[in-house]
Structures are given as structure tokens and as C-alpha cells.
């Protein structure tokens, strides 16, 4: 069994609820899908108990996600258990609420403020305990005012702690020391590492919540060379930024990365799905992987790699070595 982890002052359990996929359809302006196609709503709410059942105690959402959807939901099922859990959720892109269209985005303290407003009545709570900026590679003059304004919320207990959903370690070099910076989140797993992150994150005390931690699904093994994703899923898409999967066809690259790696992934009882997970928490002792999670029975799986723990030294070096 894994320890928990420390958001600042927040205890979360070792991994985390990704609440991306249960936000259902959502749309750029043009229409391209940047959801995960329909979902069950009750299905989403079910999922979302039987981890908490399982030890989950880390939610995480953003108010893009199904345009304020995903939000709703994880504030319906966990409403009883408020005080339980840890709900992050992230803003800085903005959307159309009523046409599920993401519309842009916008780094104004402003939009900060108006984007929390708007994702405390959805969540159904009064303060947020881990509120992160969305916007990856964001670099314009108002981080610093951001900051400040993140600072005063912290003050004030709207949100108890703050972070930057960044793969760029240098910004998150731009608010470490603030006293309510307390988290990363990237997107790392086994085929694809990012050392700069871990490294940041270590030397400067921050949790890192992984986004992408199964590789957009690809590390669950059920997709082949033959697979084909299409209607209102975003992986039918190839923005620069979804490399797992080109136009819905798993990438040869990561497809040729996981079959080299799958046997020591699956062994000693574990399914692949735990033993890419484990491999992030035997990356670094500040690892949170937060996979998305849109059924009961995925929900179990995932919680389950908890019980093994991280992967043993031995089987990260033979990691390692295949994929270097």
C-alpha cells in the first residue's frame, strides 16, 4: 500500500480522479471535439463514488470540461463528502456554457476571478482547494498579478492552494516561493518522461499531478496499429499536442515504446493499467496520477494499483533501459 501525498497542507490519496472524459461533449468554434464523446451521467456519478470507496481522495476537474459539466457532476456525487476530498479544477480558457463551445482563453486576473465564481456554484462548494491555470504555455505580463490574486484567495480561504498546469519547468520557476503555489500538473507517463518536471517539483517542495498518466488511454493496451477513433472524441483530432494518437490511429512510435515495455508493466500481479501508474509513483515520491476515469469498473482498476504500490527499483531500471 502507498502512503498518501501532501498538496501544501492538503493530505490527497496517491492517485487521483481525472475528470476530463465524464465532461461529455464539448466543441471549438470550427466544431472539432475536444471531449470524449457522450457519457452516462449516472455511470459518471457511480464512477465517481466507487473510487472514493476505493481510498480516492483527490478530484480534478477544470471549467472547460464539458463547459462546466464535468464540474456539476463531481460536485452531485461528492456533495456528502465535502470535507473528505480534495476538489481541484483549473480555468484560464474560456466557453460558451449553453452551446458547449470553448471559445478562446484569457490570463486576466479578471477571468480568474469570474472562471472561480463560476466553478464554486457549479461544484456546489465554498471554497476550491486546489485552484490551477490552465493555460500550459502561457507567458504574458500578468503572471505576476495573477499571482498576487491567487495569494489574497488563499488569504481569504476561497481556495485553499494554488498551481500551474504547465509542461514548462521555467514557469514554474516564475511562482515558486509563493507561499500557495503548492502543485504541478503535467503530462507524464511511462513512453513519454519529462525530467525538467520532476525535477522543479522536487527541489521546490510541489506536488505534481499527472494528466495523461495512461498515455490518453493508449497505456490501457486495448488500442492496436488496426484501431480507429472517430466521431466526437478529441484523439479523432491531431492537434500538436495529442502525440498518442494521429488522426485516431494510435502513433507507431508510443504503440512500438509500450509493446517494449508491456511484460514488466503487467508482471507481479498487476494489469497494465496499474503498472503504468506504478511507474509514476517509482519516478518521484511527488507523483499524483490522476487518470481519467469514466466507469465503475475503470474507477476499480485504477484505485486498485494502489494496493501494490510503486514499481520496484528493478523493474524502473529495466524500464529505463528498453526505452532510452
Given at each position: 500500500?502507498?502512503?498518501?501525498?501532501l498538496?501544501?497542507d492538503l493530505v490527497?490519496?496517491?492517485?487521483?480522479?481525472?475528470g476530463?472524459?465524464?465532461g461529455?461533449?464539448?466543441?471549438s468554434?470550427g466544431?472539432?471535439?475536444?471531449?470524449?464523446?457522450?457519457?452516462?451521467?449516472d455511470?459518471?456519478?457511480a464512477?465517481i463514488?466507487?473510487a472514493?470507496?476505493?481510498?480516492v481522495t483527490l478530484?480534478?476537474t477544470a471549467?472547460v470540461?464539458?463547459?462546466?459539466?464535468?464540474?456539476?457532476i463531481i460536485?452531485?456525487a461528492?456533495?456528502?463528502?465535502?470535507?473528505q476530498?480534495v476538489?481541484?479544477?483549473?480555468?484560464g480558457n474560456?466557453?460558451?456554457?449553453?452551446?458547449r463551445?470553448l471559445?478562446?482563453?484569457?490570463?486576466?486576473?479578471?477571468n480568474m476571478?469570474r472562471?472561480l465564481e463560476?466553478s464554486?456554484?457549479?461544484?456546489?462548494?465554498?471554497?476550491v482547494?486546489l485552484?490551477?491555470?490552465?493555460?500550459?504555455d502561457?507567458?504574458?505580463?500578468?503572471?505576476d498579478?495573477?499571482q498576487?490574486?491567487?495569494?489574497?484567495?488563499?488569504?481569504a480561504?476561497?481556495i485553499?492552494a494554488?498551481?500551474?498546469?504547465?509542461?514548462?519547468?521555467d514557469r514554474?520557476?516564475?511562482?515558486a516561493?509563493?507561499?500557495?503555489?503548492k502543485?504541478?500538473?503535467?503530462?507524464i507517463?511511462?513512453?513519454?518522461?519529462?525530467?525538467?518536471?520532476w525535477e522543479?517539483?522536487?527541489?521546490?517542495g510541489l506536488?505534481?499531478?499527472?494528466r495523461g498518466p495512461?498515455?490518453?488511454?493508449?497505456l490501457?493496451?486495448?488500442?492496436?496499429a488496426?484501431?480507429?477513433?472517430?466521431g466526437d472524441?478529441?484523439?479523432?483530432?491531431?492537434?500538436?499536442w495529442l502525440?498518442?494518437?494521429?488522426?485516431g490511429?494510435?502513433?507507431p512510435e508510443?504503440l512500438?515504446r509500450?509493446?517494449?515495455?508491456?511484460?514488466?508493466?503487467a508482471a507481479?500481479g498487476r494489469?497494465?493499467?496499474?503498472?503504468?501508474?506504478?511507474?509514476?509513483?517509482g519516478?518521484?515520491?511527488t507523483?499524483?496520477?490522476i487518470?481519467?476515469i469514466?466507469?465503475v469498473?475503470?474507477?476499480?482498476?485504477?484505485?486498485?494499483?494502489?494496493?501494490?504500490?510503486?514499481?520496484?527499483?528493478a523493474?524502473?531500471a529495466d524500464?529505463?533501459?528498453?526505452?532510452?
Open positions: 500500500m502507498i502512503e498518501p501525498r498538496i501544501g490527497s490519496s496517491p492517485m487521483g480522479f481525472g476530463w472524459a465524464i461529455g461533449p464539448f466543441f468554434p466544431g472539432d471535439p475536444y471531449g470524449w464523446g457522450e457519457v452516462d451521467d455511470e459518471s456519478i464512477a463514488r466507487a472514493f470507496d476505493a481510498g478530484f480534478d471549467n470540461y464539458g463547459t462546466g459539466h464535468s464540474e456539476r460536485g452531485k461528492l456533495h456528502s463528502k465535502r470535507d476530498v476538489l481541484a479544477t483549473k480555468w474560456t466557453m460558451v456554457e449553453d452551446t463551445v471559445d478562446g482563453n484569457d490570463g486576466s486576473v479578471e476571478l472562471s463560476g464554486l456554484h457549479r461544484l456546489g462548494t465554498e471554497y482547494d485552484f490551477q491555470f490552465h493555460l500550459n502561457y507567458a504574458g505580463p500578468e503572471v498579478d495573477l498576487a490574486a491567487l495569494e489574497d484567495l488563499v488569504a480561504g476561497t485553499r494554488y498551481g500551474w498546469s504547465t509542461d514548462f519547468p514554474v520557476e516564475r511562482w516561493g509563493g507561499s500557495g503555489f502543485a504541478i500538473q503535467a503530462e507517463n511511462v513512453l513519454a518522461d519529462n525530467p525538467g518536471t522543479v517539483a522536487e527541489r521546490n506536488a505534481c499531478l499527472i495512461l498515455a490518453m488511454g493508449l490501457s493496451g486495448k488500442y492496436t488496426d484501431s480507429k477513433i472517430g472524441d478529441v484523439r479523432a483530432l491531431s492537434p500538436e502525440r498518442y494518437f494521429n488522426d490511429v494510435p502513433t508510443f512500438s509500450l509493446d517494449a515495455v508491456r511484460e514488466i508493466l507481479g494489469s497494465l493499467v496499474q503498472g503504468a501508474i506504478a511507474w509514476l509513483w519516478r518521484s515520491a507523483a499524483i496520477p487518470p481519467g469514466r466507469t469498473a475503470q474507477a476499480k482498476e485504477n484505485a486498485a494499483a494502489m494496493e501494490f504500490g510503486p514499481l520496484p527499483a523493474q524502473m524500464i529505463a533501459r528498453l526505452l532510452t
